[in-house]
T-cell receptor
Framework: KNQVEQSPQSLIILEGKNCTLQCNYTVSPFSNLRWYKQDTGRGPVSLTIMTFSENTKSNGRYTATLDADTKQSSLHITASQLSDSASYICVVSDWTNAGKSTFGDGTTLTVKP | NAGVTQTPKFQVLKTGQSMTLQCAQDMNHEYMSWYRQDPGMGLRLIHYSVGAGITDQGEVPNGYNVSRSTTEDFPLRLLSAAPSQTSVYFC??????????????FGQGTRLTVV
């Protein structure tokens, strides 16, 4: 069964600090991995999408890494801001055209002043 | 460009009532899907469609029906609402899935309470 596990479940950091969120998956055959940001009461918004051949992708202060061999991804947030407080969701898709993506339960990040 | 539009944003139903959650997208996306998100939990796939006239079940389809008569619209019907269906429902669309998967665009959600 395809699974996506995220850690930590929740995280509290001070404004200006960096943090790293983890995503481990067992989805096979792997197609791509996406990170989404979900603000409270809103729908998820895409941050990055990475395919098998990509190791790193950045979107402003967000940098995602992918190790397809170990089936791990991380999302690094640099110089955190209060607006980064949200849930961050890791989503992995398989290679079949049915494309039933597997969602992680998310990491809730709280940035405090 | 509206993206993905869901209506209503909030709804309260009595047990046993039926209703339809509306979802429309204006990006000409082939793939649309419905998810539910319970408090503190991740999104779970209810039903999805890979194109007009084609639908299939996701992870938690019981109690829900869908249809896809046009590319733009993908309504979700609750046949006989139960308190266990109290949740936030998200509709999403993307240009493609699977081998050619692209990012998904989500609606703002419908917060449903069944009493």
């Amino acid at each position: 069964k395809n699974q996506v596990e995220q850690s930590p479940q929740s995280l509290i950091i001070l404004e200006g600090k960096n943090c790293t969120l983890q995503c481990n998956y067992t989805v096979s055959p792997f197609s791509n991995l996406r990170w989404y940001k979900q603000d409270t009461g809103r729908g998820p918004v895409s941050l990055t999408i990475m395919t098998f051949s990509e190791n790193t992708k950045s979107n402003g202060r967000y940098t995602a890494t992918l190790d397809a061999d170990t089936k791990q991804s991380s999302l690094h947030i640099t110089a955190s801001q209060l607006s980064d407080s949200a849930s961050y969701i890791c989503v992995v898709s398989d290679w079949t055209n049915a494309g039933k993506s597997t969602f992680g339960d998310g990491t809730t990040l709280t940035v405090k002043p | 460009n509206a993206g993905v539009t869901q209506t209503p944003k909030f709804q309260v139903l009595k047990t046993g009532q039926s209703m339809t959650l509306q979802c429309a997208q204006d990006m000409n996306h082939e793939y649309m899907s419905w998810y539910r998100q319970d408090p503190g939990m991740g999104l779970r796939l209810i039903h999805y469609s890979v194109g007009a006239g084609i639908t299939d079940q996701g992870e938690v389809p019981n109690g829900y029906n869908v249809s896809r008569s046009t590319t733009e619209d993908f309504p979700l019907r609750l046949l006989s609402a139960a308190p266990s269906q109290t949740s936030v429902y998200f509709c999403a669309s993307s240009a493609s899935q699977g081998a050619r998967s692209t990012e998904a665009f989500f609606g703002q959600g419908t917060r449903l309470t069944v009493v």
